[in-house]
């Protein structure tokens, strides 16, 4: 330990148990120890408390947040903040070391944002390219990854990039149809996986549906040559199965695994049911993957058997996620299925444990402290709920005041929640929001 960190924790072991009771008692050897490691934990605990990347550390979706508020007052929570300039677009924040990053808009450019994520106030923006147009909304979509000393992410006109985390400034840039990709109907809006050395993308097409990118140099590590459908929506998700490492990802019709080393792929699900979009991040739990899309496609369970041979657990139409994503808590997956409701569902075989249609809209949903966080789409209001497989038990809620002016009219509020260090950050297109629930 150096000497700087020497004193942090010597600071916080007289702050733990008071300047007075230090003349009082002599600390024992064990007892100096014991408040060593609890400082060190601490320490650890708080670092472990920010949000990198789309869904939170693990892709997830879940906050390792403990201690909120168990019910919110009528008019909800505190508002610390907002900010009234991130431009248009529907990007969700990477928040490390007290900093805000999303992906916005500024004049004709697509911007890379941070802000004082305690303030709200701007810390420097940076331009990263064009503007996507499109009928439901402009702007990027998919969420920044933060990785050490630099931000990635991708726009929805398709470049991926690297800038720094001190003042924005451009490290390199890729373009997806330099890939061999093309843009998707509502435009490229996966999110970044940042792993080791490489930056994951997908940008469809001949060379290969994934790429590796290198993180210092945004050069290509190897691309799907395996694979070569086109991307749809979802974004990369790293996981073990059955001891070793694989990337999987999915697209209009399949889902797939692949070596992390050489992009081979392991194993091909190509008998997914889905349509026009497909959307929510797969949802991994020791060697099972579960999926889920809208427009009428459902949901679907594999396990991934020794050999790397594909084994369906069950597919059905029980939850039909469009873009808001589910979260798992145990043995359970949460999220609103379209035409049923917020639905609670037995990941073992797949059958509704409950569902909720008439108390709240449709949304996007995340998970922290045993609660879930979601907002309603259509109507901008924000509840949180018990994750309990008792049934639909609403804890608090409020809506968003104000909403944009900018958002398209067949735009809505599909910005995921954050939760992080006591605060749940909301978005909607150039209007983030800070709330207080610790």
Not at 315 to 341: A, C, E, I, P
Request: a negative charge; charged letters at 20%.
């Amino acid at each position: 330990m150096n000497a700087s960190s020497q004193f942090v924790v010597g600071t916080r072991i007289t702050a733990i148990i008071g300047i007075s009771d230090m003349k009082k008692h002599t600390l024992t050897r064990s007892g100096a120890m014991i408040l060593l490691m609890a400082a060190l934990l601490s320490q650890q605990a708080e670092a472990e408390s920010d949000w990198p990347q789309w869904r939170g550390i693990n892709r997830d979706g879940h906050s390792s947040e403990e201690g909120l508020l168990d019910t919110w007052p009528e008019s909800g929570p505190e508002k610390i903040w907002i900010f009234e300039n991130a431009g248009k677009g529907y990007s969700s924040p990477a928040i490390v070391d007290g900093k805000y990053y999303t992906l916005g808009t500024r004049g004709d450019s697509s911007i890379l944002l941070c802000l004082d994520a305690n303030t709200g106030e701007e810390q420097w923006a940076s331009e990263i390219g064009g503007i996507l147009g499109n009928g439901w909304g402009d702007g990027p979509r998919g969420n920044p990854a933060v990785d050490g000393e630099f931000v990635y992410g991708l726009t929805g006109e398709g470049i991926a990039f690297a800038a720094s985390v001190t003042d924005g400034s451009i490290k390199w840039k890729t373009s997806m149809t330099d890939l061999g990709g093309s843009a998707p109907t509502w435009g490229f809006s996966e999110s970044v996986l940042v792993d080791g050395d490489k930056v994951l993308v997908t940008p469809g097409g001949d060379k290969g549906t994934v790429a590796a990118l290198n993180k210092s140099t945004g050069t290509v590590i190897w691309q799907s040559k395996d694979i070569t459908e086109p991307a749809h929506y979802s974004s990369v998700v790293a996981a073990e199965i059955n001891g070793s490492k694989q990337y999987i990802q999915r697209n209009e019709k399949s889902i797939f695994g692949l070596n992390p080393e050489n992009g081979a792929l392991l194993w091909h699900d190509n008998d997914f049911p889905g349509r026009t979009a497909v959307i929510p991040t797969p949802v991994v739990f020791g060697n099972r993957i579960f999926v889920t899309a809208g427009y009428g496609a459902g949901c679907k369970a594999i396990e991934i058997e020794p050999g790397n041979k594909v084994k369906e657990i069950y597919s059905n139409r029980t939850m039909k996620n469009h873009h808001g994503g589910v979260v798992r808590l145990g043995g359970h997956v949460f999220g609103y299925s379209d035409g049923v409701g917020w639905l609670c569902q037995n990941l073992a075989d797949g059958e509704e444990v409950w569902s909720e249609r008439r108390a709240l809209g449709k949304g996007a949903v995340a998970l922290a402290d045993g609660k879930l966080f979601c907002v309603d789409e259509a109507k901008g209001t924000v509840a949180m709920l018990a994750a309990s497989t008792e049934g639909f038990k609403q804890l608090g809620s409020f809506t968003l005041d104000p909403q944009s002016d900018i958002r398209s009219s067949r735009g809505k509020i599909w910005t995921h929640p954050v939760i992080v260090n006591g605060k749940l950050y909301l978005r909607d297109q150039n209007l983030i929001y800070c709330y207080k629930v610790k």
